[in-house]
C-alpha cells in the first residue's frame, strides 16, 4: 500500500463507494469552494491594500497640513505659553464608539464610528479675543486628520485579520490538493486493485472446482 493511501479503510466495495463519494465531496465542495474564498479574499486584500496607501499618504499629509504652518504661525503669535494655555481649553471630542465588523468571514475585527459632529460645540473652546485665525485652521485641520488616522488603523486591522485569514485558507488549500484529495485517490485506487484481483482469484477457484468436479483438467 502506499504511503499516502488512508490508514484503517478496508478493502470492500462499501468502503469503495465511499471513497469516491469523499472524492467528490473534497473536490467539489472543499478544495473548489476554499480555492474560491481564498481568490476573492487575495483580491479583496490588494484592494484594501491600495486603499490603505491612499489612506495613509492622505493621513501623513494632514497632519503635515495642521501642525506644521498653522500652529507654528499661532505659536509665534501667541507665544508658547499662550498656545498651550488656548489648546487647554479646545472642546474634546465626543464618545468613539467602537463595535466590531467582518472582512470576507475574517475573526471580528474592531470597527470604528466616529461621532457626528465630531466635537459637542462648533466653537473651539478658547476666548474669541485671542489672535486666533492659525489656531482655528490648526484646530479644524488636527480634526480632520485625527479622523483621518482612525480610518487608516480600523483598515489596517482589517487587513492584519484578513492576511491570517488568508494564510489559514491557502493552508487549507494546499492540504486538500497536495494531501487528502490524492491519498483519497490512491485509496480507491488500491482498493479497486485488490477488488479485482480477488475477483480474479474467485473466478480461478470456481474454474478449478468445476474441472475437478467433472474430471477434467486445468489449461
Known sequence: MSRQNMRGVRPTRIELLMIRKRIVVAEKGGHELLQEKLDTMVME??????RREGLRIETEAAFATAYLPP?????????????????????????IDMGTVTVMGTPPVPAITLPEPFRDCREPGYPLALP????DAAYHQGEQAVKTALRLAELEGSLVRLADQIAVTRRRVNALANILIPSLYNTAAYIEDYLEEMEREDIFRRKRAKMSRSGGLLP
Open 132 to 135: 486666533s485665525a492659525h489656531l
Open 71 to 95: 500652529l507654528q504661525r499661532a505659536g509665534m503669535l501667541m507665544g508658547q505659553r499662550g498656545l498651550e494655555e488656548a489648546l487647554s481649553l479646545t472642546s474634546p471630542a465626543e464618545e
Open 45 to 50: 486584500f490588494f484592494r484594501l491594500r491600495e
